[in-house]
């Protein structure tokens, strides 16, 4: 089995749903994002640093130079609505993580945090389809048969 149907067969395993998600996004209740660079450091980290949260395994698929690079990532809801972001640092530390990305109770847009210590606005909301092409080579997650991104929304 290829490394990548190894990573997507996790993904289909997950507890969460789509809706899960989109949920939380959509209410905005604080959530965070990790995207990690290999599946053994996202299994590490599930096991000890995110064990506390009901984490919702799902894949990040990112286009670079025509290629299509699948990650494994996941989403969870903060219990308590606490500064995630003191966390950020250790995690990238810790483990091979790629991204994380957190959005906070009731803000405007979510933020995406890079190893380098740079951030962004990563969008204030989601738009999702079943059909990955439709993206049309756009980075985007995967969870189940459904793909999302996020997008920016201007108020």
């Known amino acids: 089995m290829l490394r990548e149907e190894l990573i997507e067969d996790e993904a289909e395993t997950s507890e969460g749903t789509w809706n899960h998600i989109r949920d ?11 995207t990690f660079k290999t599946k053994e450091s996202c299994n590490a980290a599930i096991k000890t640093d995110l064990r506390e949260y009901n984490v919702t395994r799902q894949l990040n698929i990112l286009y670079r130079n025509n290629d299509k690079l699948k ?14 972001k003191e966390r950020v640092k250790d995690l990238f530390e810790k483990y091979d993580v790629r991204m994380i990305i957190i959005g906070v109770q009731n803000g405007d847009s979510s933020t995406v945090y890079f190893e380098d210590g740079s951030s962004s606005n ?13 993206f049309q080579n756009e980075d985007h997650f995967k969870v189940g048969s459904m793909h999302y991104q996020f997008v920016e929304f201007k108020k």
């Not at 990650?71 to 995630?84: A, M, R």
């Not at 389809?129 to 439709?134: F, G, I, M, R, T």
């Open 24 to 34: 939380a996004i959509q209410t905005k209740v604080p959530f965070v994002i990790i």
């Open 71 to 84: 990650y494994p990532s996941v989403f969870f809801v903060l219990n308590k609505d606490f500064d995630f």
């Open 122 to 134: 990563y969008g204030n909301e989601v738009v999702n389809v079943l059909d990955q092409a439709e």
